[in-house]
């Protein structure tokens, strides 16, 4: 069973920083894309990030743009999302996806997700 495992939330001061992990285990995703989601409490999930091995192709969504970044280690099979000078607005859960196409994955419609991961930043 493939199973997606988010780790590295917590509280934390705003301007400081997280570095958010996703680990798979089950089955190998060497050549997949990969994302990154939030979704704070009564909003829609939304894209952070996302990245695709076979093109190199890197997707941010605007309100992280320059201070996020997306990168993954597929002999670990895992991706991670390092978040600098963190805002109240980026409270939320965080949520890891896979899939075979970028274009699902950029749609939320990506095979594997997990579970989530709090990250609540306090001003």
């Known amino acids: 069973q493939v199973q997606w495992v988010e780790s590295g939330g917590g509280l934390v001061q705003a301007g400081g920083s997280l570095r958010l992990s996703c680990a798979a285990s089950?089955?190998?995703?060497?050549?997949?894309?990969m994302g990154w989601f939030r979704q704070a409490p009564g909003e829609e999930r939304d894209i952070v990030a996302a990245?695709?091995?076979?093109?190199?192709?890197?997707d941010y969504a605007d309100s992280v743009k320059g201070r996020f970044t997306i990168s993954r280690d597929s002999a670990k099979n895992a991706v991670y999302l390092q978040m600098d000078s963190l805002k109240p607005e980026d409270t939320a859960v965080y949520y890891c996806a896979a899939d075979t196409s970028m274009d699902r994955v950029v749609l939320r419609s990506a095979d594997y997700w997990g579970k989530g991961t709090l990250v609540t930043v306090s001003s």
């Open positions: 089950g089955r190998t995703f060497g050549n997949w894309a």
């Open positions: 990245i695709d091995w076979n093109s190199g192709r890197i």
